[in-house]
């Protein structure tokens, strides 16, 4: 991309799907019904992107903070996770999208690595666009990781402090098999990032919405994409 260009299809679109709590309070449901809704959405927008193009596709799926919530509730997430999983891998593997988990995946429900790990391994070979499954993830947590792996090897004697750059750094990261995120898009009205792809989100444009997750369809996803396409990125050259 050349300097002060219009940008394109973005490459890598981030999601916070925020929200599900609170359109189930609105219809007097469940958070369970808002959690379970909020998957005809991913759907929709996974196949809107794929037809438009983009590479990356990353969803904040579930955070280092959402091990506070009670424990019915994370048991009713990993439950409905694993059941996407089940029901789209075979989908995920003929639209040639590649499933990847990224976080702190040794913390989750055995039946959710599980079911990741085989969906992972099956869809290995697509190359078409990587969905991938923000799970137990905070950035701060991951960036932590990072400078604990590169100090373990320094002070191993296996790698030069002052060879430490940010390309090294941003290898030892667990998001180091994506680009940079061009556009991220947040749901349900709030304006922060959580805690979420901190060193990827370094000159991605922003995007924010009052529309609650569940409610958020192709229509939705294709007005943040208009919108990333009519701004200038720059990045800091002018």
């Known amino acids: 991309m050349t300097q002060n260009t219009i940008a394109q299809t973005p490459k890598h679109v981030a999601i916070i799907m925020d929200g599900n709590g609170r359109w189930a309070a609105a219809k007097g449901q469940s ?95 697509n190359q078409d666009l990587t969905l991938s499954l923000a799970l137990s993830y905070g950035s701060r947590a991951e960036l932590t990781q990072a400078a604990r792996d590169l100090a373990r090897k320094a002070q191993a004697g296996e790698l030069d402090p002052e060879a430490i750059n940010e390309d090294l750094f941003g290898q030892s990261l667990w998001t180091s098999y994506l680009p940079e995120v061009d556009l991220l898009i947040r749901t349900g009205g709030d304006k922060r990032i959580s805690n979420f792809l901190l060193w990827s989100l370094a000159y991605a444009e922003l995007y924010f919405t009052e529309t609650l997750w569940p409610d958020f369809g192709e229509a939705d996803f294709l007005a943040a994409i208009a919108d990333f396409q009519s701004r200038q990125r720059r990045y800091g050259r002018a």
């Open 31 to 125: 958070r369970s019904d808002g959690h379970a809704a909020g998957a005809g959405p991913v759907r929709s927008v996974l196949k809107t992107a794929h037809r438009l193009g983009v590479r990356y596709l990353t969803l904040y799926a579930f955070s280092t903070e959402n091990w506070g919530r009670s424990s019915e509730e994370i048991d009713n997430i990993f439950s409905l996770l694993d059941q996407y999983i089940d029901k789209e891998t075979a989908e995920l593997l003929s639209s040639g999208v590649r499933l990847r988990g990224v976080g702190n995946l040794d913390k989750l429900p055995p039946s959710t690595r599980q079911a990741l790990a085989e969906a992972e391994k099956v869809t290995a070979q």
